[in-house]
C-alpha cells in the first residue's frame, strides 16, 4: 500500500474536526473548560486530529512518547483563557465590536456585525489558546516542532472564513449577486474536483511555449532522463565558455524562464552568455527505479560533458538550483575523485549541501515515515506529484490553500492569471528509487556534508574537493531552505580557501527571492565579502542594497567566462543536432 508522507487536505476530514472545534469551543463551552485543558483530553485531541486527515503523517506515532503538559503552566493558561472569552461574551452581549487583527477578517462585514466579528475573535483566541498549550508541552523539540506543525494545520482549516455558514463577506456577496456568486463557486468547486487540487491560478491563460519557457533555443540532446536546451545567442558576441543550468527536479525548468521580463535564463543569455539548461522528465513508471547515482552520471555529469563539447570549451560555468545544486555538487565532487575540473566557476541559489537544518520540512522526515516509503517505492515506483504540491501547500496553508477556497468556491470569485503560481500548480513526479535515498541519505542521515559517507557508483564524494570560485546566493525568508542552512555551504566549498566563496542574501522567499529582476527594482539584498564563522554574524556586518542581486552575480559569471567571441550561427554541432525547439517535449507533459 501506498501510504502518503505528505499531507493531502481531505475536506470532509477538515469539515468533521472543524465541527469538533466548534462544539469543542464556545462560549457555552467555558464552564467545562477544565475538560478540554485536561493533559490527557489535549493528546487525545492531538492523535484524533492526527488520524483524520490533514497532518497524519506529522503526528504519527508521537502520543507514544511520554508527552506531558506543565501543571503550573497549564493552570495559567486556563486562567488567561477564561479571562479572555468572558470579556470577549460581554462585549458580544453589549454590541461591542471586539478588535480583530488579522488579515482574513479585514473586510468591513466582520466588523459591522458583533456576531461575527465575536465568531472571529473568538476563534483567534482559541487558536492562541491551542498554541499557547503546545508550547507547554513537555515532549523532545522534534516532536513539539510535528505536534505544533499538526495544531497549526488544524487551527488554519477551521478558520470562520473557509467556511460559507460563517463567512459574512461570501453570504453577502450571494445576496448581491441574486445567487451568481453561489453557482460560480460551486462550478468552480466540481472543475478543481475533477482536476484533484484546488485553482491557484487561471491556468488557461498559460501554455508552455507560449507564455511562458518562451526564450528562443532547440533541444540539442536527449535520453531518458532529460533533455538538453541551448538558447539562442541575443548578441553579437558571447562569452567563451558557457553557463549549464541544473533546475530542480521537482519542479519544471521554467520558473527560471517565466515571461521575458522575468526570466533569469533570459537575462543570462542577454549578458552574452551561451546557456545550456536541464529539462527534467517527468518520472513515468518506466523510470520509478532510477537511482539517485543514475541522475548523477547519466543526467547532471553527462549534461557538463555535452556543454563542453558543443562549445568547444574544457571550462563551463554552472548554476544549480534547490535540489539541482545538490545534484550538481554531488556530480563536481565525483569528477573531482576522479581528477576532473570542468568548472570556471559555480552557483548555487537556494541549495541543500548541510541538511542539519532543514526548517519547516523537517516535520515530514524521520525514520519511520522513511522506511514507510522505502517499503512502498523504494525499489520502483513513483513519488506523485500530487503528494509535492500538497506538501508545499501544507507550509503556507492560508496563502496556497484556504485563501483560494474562500475566493474561489464561497465567493464564486475566477482565479487571476499569474505565471509564477501556473508553474506551481504544474507540479512533477519522481521515481521512487532516487527520492527514497535523497530522503534518507540527505534529510535523515545528512551523508552529504561529510566527505566519503556518500559514493556515487564506487567514487567517494567530498565536496571540499570541488575546485572553484563559488556564488552562493540564499534567501533570507525561505522556508524550505533556511538562509542559514545554505549559508553553511561556504565551509564545505573550498574550505582551504575561503576567500572564493561569495554569499549574497535576498529578500522574500525560496522562489520570490530567486526571480527578482533588475527591471522591476523590488526588494534589496545583502553583501559581507568576508565569509566563514556563523551566518549571523556574517549578515551583522552585511551591507544591504536596494533592487536585484541579479546584477551581483552577473559580474561574478563574467570573472570566469572568458573573453568575448563571435556569437555561434546554429546551435549545436555536427554531432549533436538540433531535435526540436525550446522548450521541448519534456517540460510540456504534466504529471496528471
Not at 543569455?269 to 536541464?278: D, K, P, S
Request: glycine share 6%; net charge negative.
Amino acid at each position: 500500500m501506498n501510504t502518503p508522507i505528505f499531507p493531502v487536505f481531505d475536506p470532509a476530514a477538515l469539515s468533521q474536526l472543524s465541527q469538533q472545534f466548534n462544539q469543542s469551543f464556545n462560549p457555552q463551552f467555558l464552564q467545562q473548560l477544565g475538560k478540554v485543558a485536561d493533559p490527557n483530553v489535549f493528546l487525545d485531541w492531538l492523535n484524533a486530529a492526527g488520524k483524520n486527515g490533514a497532518g497524519a503523517q506529522a503526528t504519527a506515532g508521537f502520543g507514544d512518547l511520554g508527552i506531558s503538559l506543565d501543571p503550573a503552566a497549564l493552570e495559567k493558561l486556563q486562567i488567561q483563557y477564561t479571562a479572555q472569552l468572558t470579556s470577549l461574551w460581554q462585549d458580544m452581549l453589549a454590541s461591542r465590536v471586539p478588535t480583530i487583527a488579522d488579515r482574513r477578517f479585514n473586510a468591513a462585514a466582520w466588523h459591522d456585525n458583533p456576531l461575527h466579528a465575536f465568531n472571529a475573535a473568538a476563534y483567534l483566541l482559541n487558536a492562541q489558546f491551542l498554541t499557547a498549550m503546545v508550547e507547554a508541552l513537555d515532549a523532545p523539540p522534534k516532536v513539539k516542532r510535528k505536534i505544533g506543525f499538526t495544531v497549526q494545520q488544524m487551527i488554519d482549516a477551521m478558520a470562520p472564513s473557509n467556511f460559507l455558514a460563517t463567512n459574512p463577506v461570501a453570504q453577502q456577496k450571494i445576496v448581491e449577486t441574486n445567487g451568481e456568486s453561489l453557482t460560480k463557486g460551486i462550478a468552480h468547486l466540481i472543475a478543481d474536483m475533477n482536476k484533484g487540487r484546488v485553482s491557484q491560478t487561471d491556468e488557461s491563460a498559460f501554455e508552455v511555449g507560449k507564455d511562458v519557457a518562451t526564450t528562443e533555443g532547440a533541444v540539442v540532446f536527449e535520453n531518458p532522463l532529460f533533455q538538453l536546451i541551448q538558447y539562442t545567442p541575443l548578441t553579437k558576441k558571447v562569452y567563451q565558455r558557457p553557463l549549464l543550468i541544473v533546475p530542480p527536479c521537482i519542479n519544471k525548468f521554467y520558473i527560471l524562464d517565466l515571461q521575458p521580463q522575468n526570466s533569469l535564463v533570459r537575462y543570462a543569455v542577454e549578458q552574452g552568455h551561451t546557456v545550456f539548461l536541464v529539462s527534467w522528465r517527468n518520472a513515468d513508471e518506466s523510470l520509478g527505479h532510477t537511482t539517485w547515482d543514475q541522475y548523477i552520471d547519466d543526467a547532471v555529469i553527462k549534461a557538463i560533458q555535452l556543454a563542453q563539447d558543443i562549445s568547444g570549451q574544457d571550462k563551463i560555468n554552472a548554476l544549480g538550483f534547490c535540489v539541482g545544486g545538490t545534484l550538481l555538487s554531488t556530480a563536481l565532487a565525483k569528477l573531482a575523485a576522479e581528477k576532473i575540473n570542468p568548472v570556471a566557476s559555480l552557483t548555487l541559489l537556494t541549495a541543500f549541501l548541510d541538511f542539519s537544518d532543514t526548517g519547516i520540512l523537517d516535520v515530514y522526515i524521520d525514520d519511520m515515515q522513511i522506511r514507510m516509503r522505502e517499503q512502498a517505492i523504494g525499489h520502483g515506483g513513483l513519488m506523485p506529484a500530487r503528494e509535492f504540491a500538497s506538501a508545499f501547500s501544507s507550509l503556507r496553508p492560508n496563502d496556497l490553500l484556504w485563501n483560494y477556497v474562500e475566493s474561489n468556491y464561497l465567493k464564486g470569485e475566477d482565479p487571476t492569471a499569474f505565471d509564477l503560481l501556473y508553474w506551481n500548480a504544474d507540479s512533477t513526479n519522481l521515481p521512487g528509487a532516487m527520492f527514497c535515498y535523497y530522503l534518507r541519505n540527505m534529510y535523515l542521515d545528512n551523508a552529504l556534508r561529510d566527505a566519503g559517507r556518500l559514493a556515487v557508483h564506487g567514487t567517494k564524494i567530498d565536496l571540499g574537493k570541488i575546485d572553484a570560485p563559488t556564488f552562493i546566493y540564499a534567501s533570507r525568508e525561505d522556508h524550505i531552505v533556511p538562509w542559514t542552512s545554505a549559508y553553511t555551504s561556504t565551509t564545505l566549498l573550498n574550505p582551504k580557501k575561503p576567500s572564493r566563496n561569495r554569499f549574497v542574501l535576498g529578500a522574500s522567499g525560496h522562489i520570490a527571492g530567486v526571480i527578482n529582476p533588475p527591471a522591476k527594482n523590488k526588494r534589496s539584498y545583502w553583501t559581507n565579502q568576508k565569509t566563514g564563522g556563523d551566518a549571523e554574524s556574517w549578515l551583522a556586518a552585511a551591507v544591504e542594497h536596494p533592487g536585484s542581486w541579479w546584477t551581483e552575480w552577473a559580474e561574478f559569471l563574467a570573472e570566469h567566462a572568458g573573453k568575448q567571441v563571435a556569437a555561434p550561427r546554429k546551435l549545436g554541432n555536427t554531432k549533436y543536432d538540433v531535435i526540436e525547439p525550446a522548450p521541448g517535449r519534456y517540460v510540456k507533459v504534466r504529471a496528471e
